[in-house]
């Protein structure tokens, strides 16, 4: 992609506009529909008409009265069967893991790590084997429809680098973050001291803010592993990173597991909750995204609703490892928390958001049992919402993509439900079926196949 | 197949031979992988042979042991990556609802069939309709490796002798029920009478007994829906049925949800458990497969235990609709009693029985979690087993097909796990990943994509 380095504000290929069905979220509970819609994307990828019930003679007139030339124009029009909806956001992805999804279950999360996770993390520190993973890895996550992901990367500040090129020249929106670790796991996968792994932090943001200014598709992020892997010195230091660079978001792993948090509490006696540990570090703000979120007490619910903090959830993961564990999903929405779904590739076997939302419904009937039905389970537009605007949210994204308002950039998919039958595993669409039942259809059964296209920023990034 | 119809003792394109890696079951937890593997399927669709650690040198004068002409004998050479394994059993599956997947999650059963399921099996009326569904439906499953499916068909006698047509032109094995259903649905969708009821059951079973008289594919199945849907004097004529034909297996919905079960003790006052209901009809023996088994009481366990019934496991069905609803499947392999998988298509979304295995492992993990580790979730090699020779035991195919034993029938799949890269979506597979993790990198996350051919009785029928 030279021609992105050279002018971002275009984007090849564009503009561009569709006529068809386009189905995206307004709010958490509001799945808009429109038909016979006019989605029109101009030259910098962003969306610059959106119009339901536009009738096909109508077109030519309402690309005139935006500027440009009729008849000409190229107009893509959706069959039935067909839609564009909103690229998916996966707000907690270990990049390095991709190759190890589906291995190791069983063993408990710390287990976990030391006999599986880090011996594949360790061979990041090859930039050519980095290379070519991250190129699979951000390949796989784009064929799926992810269209924004944040990525934990290894604890390699040139693998970081690598992530992050990849990132940019496949044209995945990207949040890229060295892992900060330097304790707590085998010598030879540990920053080296707290001083080494803060200067490696500093050249990865320093890079990604080189290779892509002004952020149209990737930046950094702060990515403390979790408080076990970090002294104290070094979640200082991070917390000063992160004063110095109020525009960069932070993640962190956040009351995962309960042999995890008491791990942590055993490292920081000063501290009487995670919540508590994290924010005195500087580490707790409206950027921040905090993955799984399964253990909190009240009183960090409350906290981290004040602080405007962001959960990850990841339900394939915080199901099928050890252990059976439910995010309280409904109470952190009822109170109007940010919430986002994430595959944790690959403590997730899964690189597919459709089978994350799944998972999400699963989970959350399990939730809506335990508590008797108190916390009711998502329903089909809460689990796309959280699966692309509430994503978008916790990455601190939504101004610029989420869903299809005018003025946001085209992060879309577009969905195929019926032409590739007999090749793909879809419910098959029936003449009879409307429109919210072939959209169910596709998210309960679909899969990649039915992803016809995928674009960034206007750009169809999907190989 | 007009040459299985003239003579099924020979299968096309056989005898054939494979040398490569063979995995399959042996026991509950004994995954046997077999490498350098030589195994020859003579020319009725039989294996002959299954030997591992066999040089290729060996191949020729092995073939010459087993009294065929070496040298031009036809040997299919797997390479690395790439795997026999046996065809999936699928113990419970509603092939006319195969378009309705996915759709009318979060009401209650009763309600989902009255006001989602219903309607789309009266749609089977009309024998070309079901003629084209269920050819999607049985290539759908084929697609999947699904070899075996256990079938409800709709209540309609011609349609499920249709279907019973498909199976056998396909090359699935297949058991074949009309459903019984006399009450409690709406008036359009009712068997007319107890008499019509049997008599189409009657007429259903010789029409299966006839185009397959040595049942080599398609057999038929006595299908009560659920004592809900059938008077005392339906469920005593099929009780009857099930005599005359000793060797017909019997299948039904028991212990599925509490608010069925409730209805169901209401209308049969007499009775204080499922078990006695329908052991009272002479529905329970040795070929009784049981789909759900959620809520049984201890003696009901005992019971069925006794009596040799088989249980049907349907996790994503148990779990994504509105409640989530645990069988306890460890309890029931501890007492060996048989458990089979499956799809629960359509209550289930999934026609994929690797995510089936994957969703018995969340459930277990539940379940072990609800016992505090009392009942320890599914290994991989468990859940393989359910999905295989457990479902051939609950089928009563276990003589016939499930594993790879000699003499048994040649029902296997293909799995090609490294060429598909780019294409599939499983995790990569790595130079230093042994057959052990390449085989759980394939349970946890490969799909239909990766499952290259599917034999059943030897031969290959994915489209």
Known sequence: MEEMKHNPSQVPGLPLAFHGTVIHSKELNELEILENCFLLVDNSGQIQSLQANVASDQINSMISALGYAPDVFPVKYLQRGQFLCPGFVDTHNHAPQFAQRGVGRGISLLDWLNEVTFAHEAKFADPEYAKGMYTRCVTGFLQQGITTASYYASLHGPATKILADVCFDKGQRALVGKCNMNRNSPDWYRDSSVQDSLHQTREVIQ???????????????????????????????????????????????????????????????????????????????????????????????????QLRCGVAHCPISNTTMDA????????????????????????????????????????????????????????????????????????????????????????????????????????????????????????????????????????????
């Open 207 to 305: 890079h990604i803010q080189q290779i892509d200014p002004e952020s149209t598709l990737v930046k950094p992020v702060i990515t403390p592993r979790f408080a076990i892997s970090c002294e104290s010195e070094l979640l200082q230091g991070l917390g000063v990173i992160a004063k110095e660079h109020p525009e960069l978001p932070i993640q962190t792993h956040f009351n995962e597991a309960r042999q995890e948090i008491e791990f942590t509490l055993q490292l920081f006696p000063e501290h009487r909750t995670e919540t508590e540990l994290y924010k005195s570090f500087g580490l707790l703000n409206e950027r921040s995204i905090l993955a799984h979120c399964i253990y909190l007490k009240e009183e960090e619910i409350q906290e981290i609703k």
């Open 324 to 463: 059976f564990m439910v995010a309280p999903i409904r109470e952190y929405l009822r109170r109007g928390i940010k919430v986002g779904l994430g595959t944790d590739s690959g403590g997730g076997h899964s690189a597919s958001m459709l089978e994350i939302m799944r998972q999400a419904f699963v989970v959350s009937i399990a939730q809506q049992e335990a508590t008797k039905g108190q916390d009711p389970a998502l329903s089909l537009a809460e689990g796309f919402y959280l699966a692309t605007l509430g994503g978008a949210q916790v990455c601190g994204l939504d101004a610029k993509v989420g869903n299809f308002a005018v003025g946001k950039e085209f992060d879309a998919l577009e969905i195929h439900t019926i032409e590739i039958e007999g090749r793909g595993v879809m419910t098959p669409v029936e003449e009879e079926d409307t429109i919210p039942v072939i959209f169910e259809k596709w998210v309960m059964t679909g899969d990649d196949r039915n992803i016809a296209k995928v674009y960034v920023r206007g750009r169809s990034v999907k190989a």
